[in-house]
């Protein structure tokens, strides 16, 4: 039982941790446009990387959202049920893997969200400042190696068939 909470406290705490990285975003508008300075995207990945987390939100839009991403040595390779992602690289490189299948997978926070400890069979290459990834839903990825990247991830959640 001394386990089972000490589990429960340890998830709370991480998945606290993890929206804290992507609350407090501005709201999206629905009646005007929004624009984002070099300098502001700079000083969010600078955040990051003073801070050690991998993750800010800059804006929030509901269905979709806008992420600024810093990443050191590898990540969890995630599935998403319904969110397509299109990362921007701004800074550095490494290893990205997509497709295969998940090692270890696992329920991830929501309906259709898988995690694991690595992608089993993927495609593995090099991605650098000024390279876009897509990663449609259904597409296990994850940064494989790294010594610092910087990207904007905007992710997008699918609309029903009209």
Partial sequence: MKLFKCILIVIVLLSTQAMAQTAGA??????????????????????LKDAGIATKRILEGGIFSVNVRH????????????I??????????????????????EAGSGSGEFRGSAIRGGHERLIQAGDIVFVPPGIPHGIKQTDSLVYLNIRFELRDED
């Avoid at 397509?84 to 997978?105: F, N, P, Q, Y």
């Fill in 84 to 105: 397509s992602e299109v990362w921007v690289i701004r800074e550095g490189s490494g290893i990205v893997a997509t497709g295969g299948e998940l090692v270890d997978k």
């Fill in 71 to 82: 990443i050191e040595g590898a990540e969890t390779a995630l599935q998403h049920g319904r």
């Fill in 26 to 47: 501005p709201l999206a508008p629905k009646d005007s446009a929004v624009d984002m300075s070099l300098a502001e995207l700079e000083a969010a990945a600078q955040h």
